[in-house]
């Protein structure tokens, strides 16, 4: 293990979980994560793997089949996976947040219907919020729900989605209007679905159409992708808690420990860059030595290693304050942002360190640099993040005059 983003006070059992998956990362991950990535292919095997380690039901209850532990061992774990190939935390975040999801607000036979096959891996889960004319602006959803009978007929098109083809369960958040009167705040009547479909593309269930991956600059391999529901009928026994209107709190929810995630990717992301960077500054030399020996590169040695350090501390932080039942919307916020903005720092003096090299698609930076900028934008923007941020503290130091 290295001296920086240590976790101090876990427990032997947190221990061994890190300590396997970092030994699967280094063995199974990094070597082949930049060839996959560049073929932009989904890495079926080392899914496979993570889920004979057990890692899609790390979080999930013990009575429902899962490993029961707390939100600071899976960011941890996800720390460690995002070091090796961040678009692998991406299968298992989405995953994680709609088991999540269930776990607090799904009904006793919600739970017990998905559950324990979230927790084996044989459902993979997948959320969606986004449409293609919002992007943060949750409120602005026009994708809709109307009852029938005993069913509602979901229309509408959602973007954004990552796992969206290789899920098998979507929790789809919607606008539900009936039972509302006129002028109700458009966060009270939103309802999430839990939508089952086969994997795949093209028409996946009637109604129901994911057309094909989106091209991204980064995060390969994992699939983003849209969803069209066209008269998708759900029976009113998949509304999530099971009474329309909750959904905006239900999501908000999730995002907030996506949140934490997010900002455990960029933990591991900028880890890697690090490692990669003061591995090189010791190998390239200039002017006769090592350029890790110059004390230009020393100074952003020093500089990267302290933003590691920083938006891990921050990270565990905001883990550890939701694990203890408080609400850590602030502390999360704040962790997101930093560790998303001083990955995406890390990354590039890893990038300049490495001279032209770095522009090489042989090098591995090359990957991290096009990976970076996705944890900006990811889970709310920064500027979401600080507008979220900047009214909490308004709330905490609120001026008595």
């Not at 947040?97 to 799904?106: D, E, N, P, S």
């Not at 909750?246 to 997010?262: A, K, L, S």
């Not at 591991?268 to 591995?279: H, K, T, Y």
């Not at 590039?348 to 900006?376: C, N, Q, T, V, W």
């Amino acid at each position: 293990m290295s001296r920086l983003a240590q976790t101090h006070g876990l427990t032997d059992v947190q221990q061994e979980i890190l300590s396997t998956v970092r030994d699967f990362v280094d063995k199974e991950i990094i070597p082949v994560a930049t060839e996959l990535e560049h073929r932009d292919e989904y890495p079926q095997q080392i899914v496979d793997g993570l889920k004979e380690l057990g890692l899609f039901g790390l979080m999930i209850p013990e009575e429902y089949g899962g490993l029961g532990e707390s939100l600071l061992t899976y960011a941890l774990c996800v720390e460690e996976i995002a070091r090796g190939w961040m678009s692998v935390s991406g299968i298992i975040n989405t995953h994680f947040i709609v088991a999540y999801m269930l776990k607090q607000h799904g009904t006793r036979e919600q739970k017990e219907h998905f559950l324990p096959r979230m927790a084996a891996g044989d459902i993979r889960g997948a959320f969606s919020m986004s449409e293609p004319a919002l992007g943060s602006d949750v409120s602005a959803i026009t994708s809709k729900a109307v009852q029938d009978g005993d069913e509602y007929v979901l229309t509408g098109q959602k973007m954004w989605l990552t796992n969206g083809g290789t899920s098998s369960l979507v929790a789809v958040l919607v606008r539900s209007d009936e039972g509302h009167p006129e002028g109700t705040a458009p966060h009270r009547s939103m309802t999430t679905f839990l939508v089952e479909k086969e994997p795949g593309f093209g028409e996946v269930r009637p109604g129901l159409t994911i057309p094909g991956k989106i091209d991204k600059m980064g995060y390969k391999g994992v699939d983003t992708t849209e969803l069209i529901m066209d008269g998708l009928r759900i029976p009113a026994d998949r509304v999530l808690g099971g009474s329309t209107g909750r959904g905006f709190y239900q999501m908000m929810d999730g995002v907030e420990v996506g949140r934490v995630n997010v900002a455990a990717r960029g933990c591991g992301v900028a880890q890697r860059a690090f490692e990669l960077g003061v591995q090189y500054a010791q190998q390239r030399h200039t002017f006769g030595k090592p350029i890790a020996q110059h004390q230009a590169i020393q100074f952003k040695l020093a500089e990267m290693a302290t933003k590691v350090e920083a938006a891990h501390a921050m990270m565990v932080n905001a883990a550890r304050k939701k694990d203890s039942g408080e609400r850590n919307d602030l502390e999360a916020g704040m962790a997101k942002y930093l560790a998303s903005e001083y990955c995406k720092e890390v990354v590039e003096d890893a990038f300049r360190i490495h001279g032209g090299y770095g522009f090489s698609k042989e090098y591995e930076i090359e990957r991290l640099y096009r990976e970076a900028p996705m944890l900006l934008i990811g889970e709310g923007t920064a500027e979401i993040q600080k507008m979220i941020i900047g009214r909490r503290l308004l709330e905490e130091y609120r001026f008595q005059g």
